[in-house]
């Protein structure tokens, strides 16, 4: 790839279906050299983008988003592949997978920046509470080393490392994985704030341009030996929260045709449906999902009642009449029209109970073009999958807006070479 002028070059680790990637790319201040992912759909999607909107060739695309483990770092970096490797891919018949690391795809090209963040189930606070070991053997608790490592090979001046706030209280091995990171980025002469700083690293997604309550650890780091000042970074990133509109779900979807639930469930277009379109035309990923006649019933009495501005006593109390049980949670919720969408989840696949959409009229739950417009994608992006994939896509994002502002924050202090 011959590097456009005045751009800056970056590699997407865990890129997922290209959140991040995208944001940096809408920023039109830098270009792909790479983008690492190992779930194929995800896959599938970042290619289909790089080619419908971002000028790739099909085998431009092909290379560029690399199916590989990252867990086999020195592999995926220099090529060299190790037996079981070798065996591994030519048994899933993955042929699309570079065999000379991508130190041979980059070649001599400068990469100035590494922008990722590792699965975050083992540092969410949720995820913790629903494993019985606290998810302290949980592999995922070390995947930010591939990520050191990968920083380690390329140097670049500047690393965003992206990820939930319970990463800050996550002590696998007895150690704080934060007190872990800074060590190995020191260890290669890199700069991060101190962990016990990091906790003013934490963003909301709304006050960066996304219509949605979504906080994130965002842990950006200098090379010691590039003279970039790292407060300086999160001094511009700060700045754009004091200019960026503030959006709410109206802004983000109140436009979309709307649904009404159908007396009885009915097949349409061959599938079982619990709701039909009025008002508009079909619009791709706005299909209503299916739900049932007791569902439906609970979404109108729940917003009837106004219960999202009741005590959690009430909210628990409501769910556990309804379907008489006796559990500490509610499992309700809705979205409210002038207020940003509550943090948008991957567990959206299993259902929607915890998005309920917030016109009375419609009882439903939200739809796929929905989650995506609210995590901020593209009108015109395209989830390759099913519709569980596609929730799972978008839940695990990190949402473009929030990307290109700190793709645009960063940029302002990077020399392009």
Not at 207 to 213: C, H, N, R
Not at 248 to 263: Q, R, S
Request: proline share 4%; hydrophobic share 40%; glycine share 6%.
């Amino acid at each position: 790839m011959k590097k456009e002028n005045n751009k800056l070059t970056f590699i997407d680790l865990f890129a997922g279906c290209g959140g991040l990637s995208e944001g940096f790319l809408q920023s039109d201040r830098y270009e792909a050299l790479a983008h690492v992912e190992w779930e194929k759909p995800m896959i599938k999607t970042l290619r289909n983008r790089l080619i419908t909107k971002w000028n790739h060739t099909a085998e431009e695309a092909l290379k560029r988003v690399i199916h590989f483990d990252i867990q086999k770092t020195d592999e995926l970096i220099n090529g060299n592949w190790a037996k079981e490797t070798s065996e591994l891919y030519a048994k899933t018949n993955h042929k699309d997978i570079i065999k000379d690391g991508i130190r041979g795809l980059i070649g001599k090209q400068k990469v100035n920046i590494i922008i990722g963040g590792p699965p975050c189930q083992a540092y969410s606070v949720a995820g913790r509470a629903q494993d019985n070991d606290l998810m302290r053997n949980d592999f995922r608790n070390y995947l930010f080393e591939s990520f050191v490592k990968v920083v380690d090979e390329f140097k670049p001046e500047v690393f965003v490392f992206e990820n939930v706030p319970g990463l800050l209280s996550a002590c696998p091995g007895g150690k704080k994985v934060t007190e872990r990171i800074y060590e190995a980025f020191k260890n290669i002469g890199y700069e991060i704030r101190r962990p016990e700083l990091l906790s003013k690293s934490v963003f909301t997604a709304s006050e960066l341009g996304v219509p949605q309550k979504r906080d994130r650890v965002i842990i950006i780091g200098v090379r010691v030996a590039s003279k970039i000042s790292l407060e300086s970074l999160y001094v511009e990133l700060h700045s754009l929260k004091q200019i960026v509109k503030p959006k709410n779900v109206f802004d983000a979807i109140g436009h979309l045709p709307k649904y009404e639930p159908l007396k009885t469930p009915e097949k349409i277009n061959g599938k079982k449906a619990s709701h039909k379109l009025i008002g508009g035309e079909k619009i791709k990923f706005h299909d209503a999902r299916y739900n049932n006649q007791r569902d439906i019933a609970i979404f109108k009495q729940w917003l009837g009642d106004n219960m999202n501005n009741s005590t959690s006593q009430k909210k628990i109390a409501f769910y556990n009449d309804i379907m008489g049980k006796r559990s500490n949670h509610s499992k309700y919720r809705n979205l409210e029209w002038d207020k940003p969408s509550p943090t948008i989840v991957a567990h959206l696949y299993k259902d929607g109970l915890m998005f309920i959409h917030p016109d009375i009229n419609q009882a439903r739950t939200i739809t796929v073009k929905e989650a995506a417009l609210l995590q901020s994608f593209p009108d015109d992006f395209d989830f390759i999958g099913s519709r569980g994939f596609a929730l799972k896509m978008i839940g695990n994002a990190v949402p473009p807006e929030m990307a290109r502002n700190i793709a645009i924050a960063i940029s302002t202090k990077i020399l392009v070479k």
